[in-house]
């Protein structure tokens, strides 16, 4: 049974350049979860996608989008990138018949984005 | 928001048992207390959650008093794997954007 995976694991990108990053959640999971995760720091929540739509967001700008698609992966894409953006950036899944019931989310690896 | 507030490092030596008390003054009725276990360059991985009193599993156990006010992540006879970054949320999943991580307490477990 595969876990939460993402890809790229590493990157680096320019400022003001724009960059993907895709999730694939755990199987039979539908709910995918971004956060970033800054050096030193806890993850902060960027925002989630159930039935394909975004349902919550964090206090992020509008740089920071996001899709899911029909076989519940996602991607977060981040536009205009700025120094800052350099983070880990972690998906996790959960199962939407759960909320409520439990807070277990199964996180990915994460990809590291370093913005030079 | 139900924010958290934990000791920000701890050291341990191996085989002691360890108890990572977190503070969560203003955790509302329906929220549930969630531990989470971080090693370097990898996600977070669920340890244990509970509403009230006490709940255990095969890792850890978790104290939860009734005025649910803190709680306390006790982990058994730890070892040299155990080192990590452990963070304490309090939130209710359906609403994930109040899932809030914090820094975490750093374990250290020292040989």
């Known amino acids: 049974d595969a876990g939460v995976t993402q890809s790229p694991t590493h990157l680096i990108k320019t400022r003001g350049q724009q960059v993907t990053l895709r999730c694939s959640p755990k199987s039979g999971h539908d709910t995918v979860s971004w956060y970033q995760q800054a050096l030193g720091q806890g993850p902060q929540f960027i925002f989630q996608?159930?039935?394909?739509?975004?349902?919550q967001r964090g206090n992020f700008p509008d740089r920071f989008s996001g899709h899911q698609f029909p076989n519940y992966s996602s991607e977060l894409n981040v536009n205009a990138l700025l120094l800052g953006d350099s983070a880990l950036y972690l998906c996790?899944?959960?199962?939407?018949?759960?909320?409520?019931?439990?807070?277990?989310?199964?996180f990915g690896e994460g990809s590291r984005l370093t913005v030079l | 928001l139900a924010k958290t507030t934990q000791p920000i490092s701890m050291d341990s030596y191996e085989g002691q048992e360890v108890n990572i008390t977190c503070s969560h003054n203003?955790?509302?009725?329906?929220?549930?207390i969630t531990w989470y276990q971080q090693f370097p360059s990898q996600g977070p991985r669920f340890i244990i959650q509970g509403y009230k009193t006490k709940v255990t599993n095969e890792v850890a156990s978790l104290f939860i008093p009734a005025d649910r006010k803190s709680s306390t992540l006790s982990l058994p006879r730890v070892s040299l794997s155990d080192t990590a970054v452990y963070y304490c949320l309090g939130g209710l999943w359906g609403g994930a954007n109040n899932l809030f991580f914090g820094t975490g307490t750093r374990l250290t477990v020292i040989p």
């Open positions: 996608y159930y039935e394909e739509e975004e349902r």
């Open positions: 996790a899944s959960s199962l939407e018949g759960l909320a409520g019931h439990t807070g277990e989310l199964f």
């Open positions: 203003n955790i509302a009725t329906n929220d549930y």
